[in-house]
């Protein structure tokens, strides 16, 4: 690292100066915009979500009919752990991300998060973690043990089971193979978790500190509070899978012994360490999307929500109780009869918080003048379908009922119920409503229906029937299955269902580009919405707001727009009536925003680099490892001496 | 206030919500988080103690107690000196601040001159990274906390080299306050860990 001019002034290196491109590409990659950076995250995560689907179609493909040789027993493999990781790490956590981008600070009346440039950062660390990930392709083959990885399983030779890949510099083709494939997953889920680290950061300091005059924290919408509890789920969740991938690096590269137990090591480890991050993962991936349920229920029913205080409370009791269940994914690993009662009992406490949040959007509901629209469809259906996941949830609470269904695919059935149910069906939901104000243009509400019934149809076809097959003995993962066990027809049929979904992921795809141009104009406020993002002009100005809002009162917005008659109805007072307190008064140019900055994205780029040296050895490898962290620290450190204001700032 | 990023220029018209910088509040949300991270390792190590892989010859008995303590204490020293660094620097006192902040980085330094000399001790005795579970947990843990520090030493000469170039005065002081956070952060791990691995008295286990 040189050390870096203190001045830059006109002598100083081009490269250090910042960046001040508004158009084109560049001022895409140098954005610190958190709206320009949430579309961008937008369109990442549905580039990986197409690529998951993908994977899922292939592998219904191939078990579409009994003894198919459509793919190979190692593809099947790489697609279904492939299908895992990319779903759960590259679309569901970065989904999240693209409305807490977008939306929190507009939803809380403030100009940009706390940490702009990091906040950059985070997105472009997140590109490269996938570009990473699936660099497998051309290196060899991409992981293969399933998204959870267990280990000691995970570290042994793929196709020949007799050795274990560890103990470092072993040249066999079979051990390069294979450990590659796991230090892809080990080190492409790092980097992925220093871009999330990095987010969680930023959205929790945004969140408490950076709220308009007037919003407390109990006035704040129900997606900002999930957004800060997620981000304290992240937050905690995140360093614990950290050191367990860090330990299988360590494993299968170096040769350390952790999970090995021939060696003594403890398989049980990796199962503690990794669920203890991974079930909360589970609210990470659907806090997001009950706050987006909350948002649009609320709007589309002309009420307020229900229970709002319930509402936030229960999201916080689902965060502290999720840290509290995660060996109920260990029921058939021999923890024992004490440990497994008391995860039995800890996992059926937590339908308590999620119940009262259902009850709490049927409350909404109930008595409230209902719009049917395409965002209200989605919302409904999540919370019908999450449901339905949430009650065969309980089912494997039970211990002696999860020794029987654990490994089949009725485990399938309940997690695509909550996670494509609740999530997906939730985040598209939220797509329908924001997309006005991202855009200033309407989707096509036509075709948002069909989406809605098709998907609704679609899901519940294949992922229904995976109950039943599940029930009726048909294991995971296997990649092909003897007729006559009364699978296929079932089997058929799903496939028949997820090719329904794409059809309508495809149709969504196609309303959210041709909206673009097409779409109804928006105006700022189409919905008759009630928060705060829907008082500035769509899409926002780059500073978000002209005046910030000064806020007295949960659903601000409604407020303002609304008087309490003598009847006591809510009737609608005219544009420019009352509310519109104004703060302060700013002319544009008085409004400092951010700079661009370069070196987000390019300290980005050392982190892959850095990764991919673990596939060499010797001096290529220091020589990788060495140009990987100048890249990086490098950056940083031009980012520490980023010269703060410039001419004509 | 030249010396405000131009992050911290555009918040400075919005009073934060909490009275304490974004910067402040960031970091000890890190902070949070490296608890959990700290915590994995130390369980991790813990789990292990005792499982040598059938060597019991290579286990803490390894460990050379009074160096190591010697070392901590030079470490546990630097708080103090980072302590002092920021009193100076919120007097207006540049040239104490200097020294301060110098003697700081070379007192953790020192303690990393002190884990690097220890680990090729172990490994010339036998004890390397792919020798046992109870290795490789000793080495992840110490390790990373010897990263933390390294990490540490390389953001306290980074204050120096900008105050050094006057950029970094009372008036943005809280920067040094808040890698103080940090520099005490790990100081208070090492305490957790030298207790953990060396302090605790171990039984020769039979594994």
């Known amino acids: 690292m040189t050390a870096v001019p203190a001045d830059t002034g006109s002598t100083g290196l081009r490269i250090l100066q910042r960046p001040k491109a508004t158009t084109g590409l560049w001022s895409w990659v140098t954005t610190t915009d958190h709206k320009k950076i949430g579309m961008m995250y937008f369109i990442a995560t549905m580039f990986f979500f197409v690529v998951a689907g993908v994977e899922a179609l292939l592998l219904r493909v191939q078990l579409a009919v009994p003894e198919n040789d459509f793919l190979s027993p190692e593809l099947y493999n790489q697609l279904y752990t492939m299908h895992g990781i990319t779903m759960v790490f590259f679309v569901g956590i970065p989904l999240g991300a693209t409305f807490f981008n977008y939306i929190m600070p507009l939803q809380i009346g403030a100009r940009d998060v706390a940490f702009p440039r990091l906040n950059a950062f985070s997105f472009w660390v997140f590109c490269a973690a996938g570009i990473f990930m699936y660099s497998g392709i051309v290196l060899g083959g991409l992981p293969d043990g399933g998204w959870f990885n267990y280990a000691p399983l995970s570290t042994t030779v793929g196709p020949d089971v007799s050795g274990y890949t560890t103990g470092g510099g072993s040249g066999e083709l079979a051990y390069q193979v294979h450990s590659g494939r796991m230090l892809l997953y080990s080190v492409g889920l790092q980097i992925a978790g220093i871009a999330t680290l990095a987010s969680a950061v930023n959205f929790i300091v945004t969140i408490l500190n950076m709220r308009a005059p007037g919003m407390t924290l109990m006035r704040m919408p129900v997606f900002t509070w999930m957004t800060l509890i997620v981000a304290f789920l992240l937050l905690f969740a995140l360093p614990v899978i950290g050191i367990a991938l860090w330990q299988l690096m360590f494993e299968v590269r170096f040769g350390a012994n952790f999970f090995n137990p021939a060696a003594g090591g403890d398989p049980i480890l990796w199962e503690h360490m990794f669920w203890l991050f991974g079930h909360p993962e589970v609210y990470i991936l659907v806090l997001p999307a009950f706050g987006i349920i909350s948002e649009i229920i609320p709007t589309f029913s002309r009420k307020p929500i229900f229970g709002y205080t319930a509402m936030v409370f229960a999201g916080v009791a689902i965060g502290f109780l999720g840290w509290g269940v995660w060996a109920h994914h260990m029921f058939a690993a021999g923890m024992g009869p004490v440990a497994n009662t008391a995860f039995g009992l800890t996992t059926m406490f937590i339908a308590v918080p999620t119940g009262v949040k259902i009850f709490n959007w049927v409350g909404t509901l109930w008595g409230g003048k209902v719009r049917l629209t395409s965002a209200m469809l989605f919302a409904i259906g999540a919370v019908a379908m999450f449901t339905i996941g949430g009650l065969s949830g309980v089912t494997h609470s039970v211990v002696p009922s999860n020794y029987q269904q654990t490994d089949s695919y009725y485990v399938v059935a309940h997690f695509h119920y909550v996670l494509f149910g609740g999530l997906v069906f939730g985040a598209i939901g939220g797509i329908y409503y924001w997309y006005p104000k991202v855009t200033g243009r309407l989707m096509n509400e036509t075709w948002g229906k069909i989406n809605f019934w098709t998907l609704l149809i679609g899901f519940n076809v294949t992922f229904g029937l995976m109950h039943f097959l599940g029930l009726w003995g048909m294991p995971r993962r296997i990649d092909t299955y003897y007729a006559g066990f009364g699978w296929e027809q079932l089997n058929l049929i799903i496939t028949y269902g997820a090719f329904l979904i794409a059809a309508s992921i495809a149709l969504l795809l196609l309303n959210v580009v041709v909206s673009l141009r097409r779409g109804k104009l928006a105006g700022d406020d189409p919905w008759d919405a009630r928060t705060v993002e829907w008082m500035t002009t769509s899409p926002p100005a780059h500073y978000n707001f002209a005046e910030i809002p000064q806020i007295s009162a949960r659903d601000e917005l409604w407020h303002r727009k609304h008087a309490v008659s003598d009847s006591g109805d809510y009737v609608r007072v005219p544009a420019g009536g009352s509310g519109a307190i104004v703060v302060r008064e700013v002319e544009d140019s008085d409004i400092h925003m951010p700079d661009p900055s370069v070196f987000p994205a390019m300290s980005a780029v050392g982190l892959p680099i850095m990764g991919w040296a673990l596939f060499t050895s010797g001096n290529l490898m220091i020589v990788m490892l060495a140009v990987g962290s100048v890249i990086t620290v490098g950056s940083l450190f031009a980012w520490a001496f980023e010269p703060s204001a410039e001419e004509g700032h | ?207």
């Not at chain 2, 010859?57 to 107690?65: T, V």
């Open chain 2, 1 to 207: 206030m030249a010396e405000l990023t131009t992050a911290e220029a555009s918040h400075e018209a919005h009073a934060t919500s909490l009275g304490l910088s974004n910067e402040k509040i960031g970091m000890w949300t890190l902070l949070g988080s490296e608890c959990l991270f700290f915590g994995a390792l130390i369980s991790a190590y813990l789990v292990y103690y005792g499982r040598y892989n059938g060597q019991p010859e290579i286990s803490p008995a390894l460990f050379d107690i009074p160096f190591t303590s010697v070392s901590t204490f030079v470490l546990l020293m630097s708080s103090l000196g980072m302590v002092l660094a920021l009193s100076s620097i919120q007097r207006g006192d540049d040239r104490a601040f200097r020294v301060w902040i110098l003697a700081t980085a070379m007192m953790g330094s020192v303690f990393l001159s002190g884990q690097i000399y220890e680990f090729t001790v172990f490994v010339n005795e036998g004890m390397r990274l792919d020798t046992s579970p109870f290795s490789s947990a000793f080495y992840l843990m110490t390790g990373f906390h010897g990263i933390h520090v390294t990490v540490g030493v390389l953001m306290l000469i980074t204050l120096w080299s900008r105050s050094m170039s006057g950029r970094l005065t009372s008036e943005n002081s809280e920067v040094v306050e808040n890698i103080g956070l940090y520099w005490h952060f790990v100081d208070i791990v090492w305490i957790v860990i030298f207790t953990a691995v060396y302090l605790i008295p171990y039984e020769q286990a039979t594994l």
